[in-house]
């Protein structure tokens, strides 16, 4: 049975605005202009989820041709693509807890396409930045004093932008050049109605192709996301990593100032992604013959140690 795109995108629409708006008698007054913005940003993401299932449906559901032929797998495959274009869009608009998910997805090499995971991990390193003067604004809020009184010199581009947040090299009235990272404005306001707007984009899905269930997904999203909003519980983890290897001097934790916002006093030349590997060996004097064995032999060393399990 064959839908139209008009009747994806009205009872996608209809669910979730229904939804979203059910979920904003929860907020109190100052919340509920959130709750609105809230539910425009769903209603995008439920015209590029039509259009998604739509081009599935119309690409691949037709039963037009022969899903063992190579002209099947090369339509798949472009399908894929376009698909995951499209929601790499959609995390760059929206922001905030979207580009959290496309981030996620672009490292699920063991379960999506290569197409989404080609297309959607360009977000591990080049999320959304929020405006300057948005983020002065947030340091003022949190810091109860205007940026100028506590730097000296603040860089406008960040060194790097993430989902949640982003990080500016500055430099304190004494002299010492410092990281701060600061949250997205009303990124923890924007969540809340963002995840349920994704769990119920994910639950239509799921009722047009029950082969692709992603429910998962947001219920880890949902579990993870408040914690990484709340700076205070990555200042707890520091402060034990710090005290746990203070014997290393090498080893430097940030300093939380507010729940918000993250004062890094130790401001290192390498600026590198966690998870690029070689280049950290690179940096580390490790040569590359040798980086493979290291990375294993440290795997092993962790997971002996039962601490790769809570990595």
């Not at 425009?40 to 691949?60: E, M, P, Q, W």
């Not at 559901?61 to 797998?73: L, M, T, W």
């Not at 197409?115 to 003067?133: D, F, G, R």
């Amino acid at each position: 049975m064959m839908f139209s795109a008009g009747w994806y995108i009205g009872n996608l629409l209809r669910l979730g605005l229904l939804g979203v708006g059910s979920g904003a008698v929860t907020y109190n007054l100052d919340e509920l202009e959130t709750a609105g913005i809230g539910a425009l940003r769903f209603g995008r993401a439920a015209v590029t989820v039509t259009k998604i299932v739509a081009d599935y449906k119309t690409s691949l559901y037709s039963g037009n041709i022969n899903a063992e032929s190579e002209e099947y797998s090369n339509i798949k495959s472009q399908t894929h693509l376009r698909a995951a274009k499209k929601l790499l869009d959609l995390c760059c608009v929206n922001g905030g807890a979207f580009v959290k998910v496309g981030q996620h997805m672009g490292s699920l090499e063991y379960l999506l396409p290569m197409e989404y995971v080609n297309t959607l991990k360009v977000l591990h390193s080049k999320a959304p930045e929020s405006p300057l003067q948005e983020i002065k604004e947030v340091l003022e809020e949190e810091l109860k004093c205007k940026p100028e009184d506590l730097f000296v010199e603040f860089e406008p581009k960040p060194l790097g932008a993430a989902s949640l947040a982003q990080v500016h090299r500055a430099m304190l009235h004494d002299g010492r050049l410092v990281a701060v990272k600061i949250q997205h404005p009303l990124v923890k306001m924007h969540s809340k109605v963002d995840m349920k707007g994704m769990e119920l984009l994910v639950q239509a899905v799921s009722l047009v192709f029950p082969e692709f269930d992603f429910t998962w997904l947001v219920e880890e999203m949902k579990k993870n996301l408040p914690r990484e909003l709340n700076f205070t519980a990555e200042a707890h983890n520091a402060e034990r990593v710090a005290a746990q290897f203070s014997h290393l001097p090498w080893l430097k934790c940030p300093r939380f100032h507010s729940h918000r916002v993250v004062l890094h006093t130790q401001l290192l030349a390498l600026n590198v992604a966690i998870c690029d590997l070689p280049t950290l060996l690179a940096a580390a004097g490790v040569h590359p013959s040798r980086q493979h064995a290291v990375i294993r032999l440290t795997c092993a060393f962790l997971r002996k140690t039962g601490q790769l399990q809570r990595l």
